[in-house]
């Protein structure tokens, strides 16, 4: 049996990370989809075929699949026109029932047997996962007859929901689904229209899900794939060739890779990730899921809380909570990252033109690549800072910041005489 991966797409509201496709953010030393790579590869799924933008950027990382023990073939979609077009690029490689996978599902494993388990029953030609929830306005939403689909309904309305089953993004397909996939218009939704359509004409099952859907629609959504992923850790693995300070402390699930150093007094409350070649400073205290990856710092004296760093970033001192720092960041001494509001509702986020509820109370900065922030600077809760950004010393952000801009605070020198 096959999975196809949808690897492909502007990822337009996974601002400041969206340079590369959010299946590459790295979380525990692995992008995102290698970690769903490896899960369906747990199941027995072997060959896989993967849909990606045309920057190669996946296709670097994972390369065929023979060093992750798999087989994996390429299709390229060069613009994003929706997931069922990506699909139809790959239609000739596919002869057999297959997985669609989103590749945020890094718990695919686990998953592949509830829909294998309907499949076994013999009188359905494809088969969706869903999840029952109260709010279900933001998904596609199930259409149901008994054990059946009938169809999906996009987001709909408040109080028009035909049921409270959400798609989570994971499916089960004969080949059959593919004629019929060809013969509907190419448009964005194209995949949702040809599964109305099939639910006509053929049997569509579907299950249920329970537990939390992990799901990579915006940045913060980070926090819950690092969080299954580190729920996965056991024990503490410190490598041998890891640099471990007598002095420190460490306890709890903490994973520390070749080459880091974790110097004098510095203090590790896992989970932890510290990835290969890293480096936490003297006095540092790393606490609640914190991931930092390969060759990045956290300097002296710094407090970080629930924090995800991509690699070769550098911080020094300073107080850095619940916030997302990319790749090749340098972040100046005595960084705030304000995270919570004083009426402690909600942190919403503007993406594009409209307001998010994120459902988190504690969201920091989401800081993109390459950013430089000068000493003292301060955000407030469920900031963005645009990749190649420039923060001024002493200023405070209120504002989301675009890519490439200069933010900074004017400051006026008042000089005062002598009283004496």
């Given at each position: 049996?096959?999975?196809?991966?949808?690897?492909?797409?502007?990822?337009?509201?996974?601002?400041?990370?969206?340079?590369?496709?959010?299946?590459?953010?790295?979380?525990?030393?692995?992008p995102i989809i290698q970690h769903t790579v490896e899960s369906l590869r747990s199941a027995g799924i072997k060959r896989f075929i993967i849909i990606v933008s045309d920057d190669g950027v996946i296709m670097r990382y994972l390369g065929d699949g023979a060093s992750l023990g798999v087989e994996i073939s390429y299709v390229v979609q060069p613009s994003a026109q929706g997931a069922g077009e990506g699909l139809l690029r790959a239609k000739s490689m596919i002869s057999e029932w297959f997985f669609l996978v989103n590749p945020s599902h890094v718990d695919a494993g686990e998953l592949t047997q509830l829909l294998m388990d309907r499949k076994t029953r013999g009188d359905v030609k494809a088969v969706m996962l869903c999840k029952e929830e109260e709010d279900v306005q933001e998904y596609g939403v199930l259409n149901t007859e008994g054990e059946y689909v009938r169809g999906i309904v996009e987001k709909p309305l408040r109080g028009e929901e035909p049921t409270?089953?959400?798609?989570?993004?994971?499916?089960?397909?004969?080949?059959?689904?593919?004629?019929?996939?060809?013969?509907?218009?190419?448009?964005?939704?194209?995949?949702?229209?040809?599964?109305?359509?099939?639910?006509?004409?053929?049997?569509?099952?579907?299950?249920?899900?329970?537990?939390?859907?992990?799901?990579?629609?915006?940045?913060?959504?980070?926090?819950?794939?690092?969080?299954?992923?580190?729920?996965?850790?056991?024990t503490s693995i410190i490598h041998p060739e890891a640099h471990i300070h007598p002095t420190s402390h460490i306890e709890?699930?903490?994973?520390?890779?070749?080459?880091?150093?974790?110097?004098?007094?510095?203090?590790?409350?896992?989970?932890?990730?510290?990835?290969?070649?890293?480096?936490?400073?003297?006095?540092?205290?790393?606490?609640?899921?914190?991931n930092i990856e390969k060759n990045s710092v956290i300097g002296a004296y710094m407090e970080a809380k629930n924090i995800i760093v991509q690699s070769d970033s550098k911080t020094h001192s300073g107080v850095c909570e619940d916030t997302v720092i990319g790749r090749n960041v340098r972040i100046g001494a005595?960084?705030?990252?304000?995270?919570?509001?004083?009426?402690?509702?909600?942190?919403?986020?503007?993406i594009g033109e409209k307001k998010i509820d994120t459902k988190r109370r504690a969201l920091g900065c989401l800081i993109?690549?390459?950013?430089?922030?000068?000493?003292?600077?301060?955000?407030?809760?469920?900031?963005?800072i645009g990749t190649g950004a420039i923060i001024g010393p002493g200023t405070v952000v209120h504002a989301h910041i675009p890519v490439h801009t200069r933010y900074y605070r004017v400051l006026t020198e008042t000089v005062s005489k002598s009283l004496i």
């Open positions: 049996m096959q999975a196809v991966l949808l690897a492909a797409g502007a990822s337009s509201r996974f601002f400041p990370f969206n340079l590369t496709h959010k299946s590459s953010m790295s979380l525990l030393g692995k409270h089953l959400r798609t989570v993004g994971m499916y089960l397909f004969s080949p059959d689904f593919l004629t019929t996939l060809a013969e509907v218009p190419q448009e964005h939704y194209m995949l949702e229209t040809a599964i109305n359509r099939f639910a006509q004409s053929h049997q569509v099952g579907y299950m249920q899900m329970t537990g939390q859907v992990l799901t990579l629609k915006y940045p913060w959504h980070l926090f819950g794939i690092r969080d299954y992923l580190m729920s996965q850790i056991t709890g699930s903490v994973i520390i890779e070749k080459g880091a150093t974790v110097d004098a007094y510095a203090v590790i409350k896992g989970p932890v990730y510290v990835g290969e070649g890293a480096y936490i400073g003297t006095h540092t205290l790393l606490r609640d899921g914190t005595a960084i705030t990252t304000g995270n919570v509001r004083f009426d402690r509702d909600n942190i919403q986020v503007l993109g690549d390459e950013v430089n922030t000068g000493i003292g600077v301060m955000t407030m809760p469920g900031i963005i």
